[in-house]
């Protein structure tokens, strides 16, 4: 089986969200959404669009959107299987949090590295 496919997402925290939403926002040219971050769709080498984005965010300090792990980041990993993927981790005695979760976005589960940083895993809908 395929695990990883590639990255689906980077979140970080900032002391202060706002302000550094804004700093990427003004001086790299990041459109900064209301929910606190962007998403960058993909295209071919001749700019064309293809299925998939990489979505890319900011968290105040203080969001518990990592935890349990203290990291002030955490990574979305795109994957083809993710019920199989997680049997497999599960099965390799890997700590996985929570249970697979589905919204219109697609199945998410997350995983906890040996260094307790908080891993995504992330099915997008078909076709994405």
Not at 11 to 21: G, T
Request: proline residues 5%; aromatic residues 12%; charged residues 25%.
């Amino acid at each position: 089986m395929k695990r990883v496919t590639g990255i689906g997402g980077v979140f970080f925290k900032a002391a202060d969200a706002e302000a550094l939403r804004d700093w990427y926002r003004r001086h790299l040219g990041i459109d900064v959404q209301d929910w606190g971050g962007a998403a960058f769709d993909w295209t071919d080498a001749q700019g064309k669009p293809v299925a998939g984005s990489t979505t890319w965010l900011i968290d105040p300090q203080e969001s518990d959107h990592f935890a349990p792990s203290a990291a002030p980041f955490m990574v979305n990993y795109r994957v083809e299987d993710l019920r199989g993927l997680i049997t497999v981790l599960r099965d390799e005695g890997c700590d996985v949090v929570d249970e697979i979760q589905e919204s219109e976005y697609g199945l998410f589960a997350w995983v906890m590295d040996p260094e307790g940083h908080k891993v995504e895993l992330w099915q997008p809908p078909a076709g994405q």
